[in-house]
């Protein structure tokens, strides 16, 4: 009897091993700092580009903050590096539009000081770690991850068409309520949470919307 050739038995195919976490975390934060300095400088092109209805993105909370959590989203780190990373991605938007603006002719703030500055390093370790809760938590903790983000677009909205839309007009205000609206709604979709979740994620997105806009209205 011809004994088996073990030459004849196919192989299975080798498993890709995992980049080491130390590589990971570095793309991450190559994203989020890149990522931010390109963004940022875009917005100070925004500011002259973009038509007169939108042209306040270039310079509204809502607009970076939505940048900020799409880069650190994009990132996908996990919520400890995540906390660093919204501060990476918030710091590198600013200084991308200042370094932009100055090419540009424009002087906006000398590095690390406007107040643009001091709101992300206060407020983005949250905003860090909401998108990552958003991208990788449990259908309860990534409908709570937006609820930041939607809180700032919400009270941004009221702030623009109640303080200052005789001057920049309504348009870019309602989208900023319409998208929180939508981040909101598609968190929901994609997670499907419960009903006292969802409830619980409409009232935190309303109080929080509330709170800045007191603080914002006093800036």
Do not use: K
Request: glycine share 12%; with cysteine; aromatic share 12%.
């Amino acid at each position: 009897m011809r004994e088996p050739n073990t030459t004849d038995i196919p192989l299975p195919p080798p498993v890709a091993s995992a980049p080491p976490r130390w590589t990971r975390a570095l793309g991450a934060f190559g994203i989020a700092l890149m990522g931010g300095l390109f963004l940022g400088g875009l917005t100070s092109y925004g500011q002259t580009v973009l038509p007169d209805a939108l042209r306040p993105f270039a310079n509204s909370s809502g607009g970076w903050t939505m940048l900020a959590f799409l880069l650190v989203w994009l990132s996908g780190a996990r919520p400890a590096l995540a906390a660093v990373l919204g501060i990476v991605a918030f710091e590198a938007l600013v200084e991308g539009y200042g370094i932009v603006s100055l090419s540009r002719g424009y002087f906006y703030a000398d590095p690390f000081s406007g107040i643009f500055s001091l709101i992300g390093l206060l407020c983005g370790p949250v905003l860090g770690f909401a998108s990552s809760l958003a991208r990788h938590g449990t259908a309860r903790w990534a409908t709570l991850g937006v609820t930041p983000l939607v809180a700032v677009l919400w009270g941004e909205g009221v702030f623009g068409l109640t303080m200052i839309a005789d001057t920049t007009g309504v348009t870019y205000w309602i989208l900023e309520l319409v998208l929180g609206t939508v981040f909101l709604g598609l968190a929901v979709i994609r997670r499907r949470p419960s009903a006292r979740v969802l409830l619980v994620a409409c009232a935190l997105s309303a109080v929080g919307g509330v709170v800045f806009y007191a603080v914002y209205s006093r800036l």
